[in-house]
């Protein structure tokens, strides 16, 4: 992934669905495989996500060589593979091993 800005986006669109579905090692994996590239291929840390006040946009927090950063996302945007889910709870079942 070249971009960091694509990086957190994905990062964050599939944390949001592991917080919302703990259950689902799918995504809880998914989101642990994004992280782990924010952490290597960006070397970032401290990472935190949290809404807005208004639940509009999605501030995120972190650090980047030591330099605290942040990146905004409208929740709409971020939001949209968690409703899909919950839109279609048959399409997104929950396969346990």
């Given at each position: 992934?070249?971009?960091?800005?694509?990086?957190?986006?994905?990062?964050?669109?599939?944390?949001?669905?592991?917080?919302?579905?703990?259950?689902?090692m799918?995504?809880q994996?998914?989101?642990?495989?994004?992280?782990?590239?924010?952490?290597?291929?960006?070397?970032?840390?401290?990472?935190?996500?949290?809404?807005?006040?208004?639940?509009?946009?999605?501030?995120?927090?972190y650090?980047?060589?030591?330099?605290?950063?942040?990146?905004?996302?409208?929740?709409?945007?971020?939001?949209?593979?968690?409703?899909?889910?919950?839109?279609?709870?048959?399409?997104?079942?929950?396969?346990?091993?």
């Amino acid at each position: 992934m070249k971009s960091l800005q694509d990086a957190l986006y994905n990062w964050l669109t599939i944390d949001v669905v592991a917080k919302a579905r703990p259950d689902d090692m799918a995504a809880q994996e998914t989101a642990s495989f994004f992280y782990e590239i924010l952490r290597n291929d960006f070397q970032i840390t401290e990472l935190e996500a949290n809404k807005d006040g208004a639940g509009e946009m999605y501030i995120v927090h972190y650090k980047r060589n030591g330099e605290e950063q942040v990146a905004r996302f409208p929740a709409e945007l971020i939001e949209v593979m968690l409703k899909q889910m919950e839109m279609n709870p048959e399409k997104y079942r929950n396969y346990l091993s």
